[in-house]
């Protein structure tokens, strides 16, 4: 985990499955929590993702949204964009290929 500016950036390790939920929320919830306006989610050095690792992702945004912060999603891992895009979430997640793009769209409009 480390900041860029007012942003916090999460890098996610391996498989993103009931393990990593169970192992990640805690700091998730402390960060999406915090002061931040726009929490970015690595996901670029993950090699699985399964239903689990969604809900992660979505609690995180329902987290940020609820006090009008950004969650930005990087991800692109072809299976791990697959799945998103089966469940109807890729759309709703936005995932990008880097994390200066994700803080790029994490700007409010002007």
């Known amino acids: 985990m480390y900041e860029v500016g007012d942003a916090t950036v999460i890098e996610l390790c391996g498989e993103v499955d009931l393990v990593a939920l169970q192992q990640t ?8 929590a915090g002061p931040a306006r726009t929490v970015v989610l690595d996901l ?9 690792g969604l809900a992660l992702l979505m609690r995180a945004r ?3 949204d609820a006090r ?6 990087v991800c692109t891992d072809r299976m791990s ?10 759309a ?4 990008v290929a880097s994390v200066r793009e994700a803080l790029a ?3 409010p409009d002007p």
């Not at 670029?44 to 689990?52: A, E, K, P, W, Y």
């Open 25 to 32: 929320t805690p700091l998730i919830d402390t960060v999406t």
């Open 62 to 64: 329902c987290r940020l």
């Open 105 to 107: 769209h994490a700007q």
């Open 44 to 52: 670029s050095r993950t090699t699985f993702i399964d239903c689990s």
């Open 92 to 95: 709703t997640l936005s995932p």
């Open 81 to 90: 964009l697959r799945v998103m895009g089966i469940t109807g979430l890729k």
């Open 68 to 73: 009008d912060a950004r969650l930005g999603v």
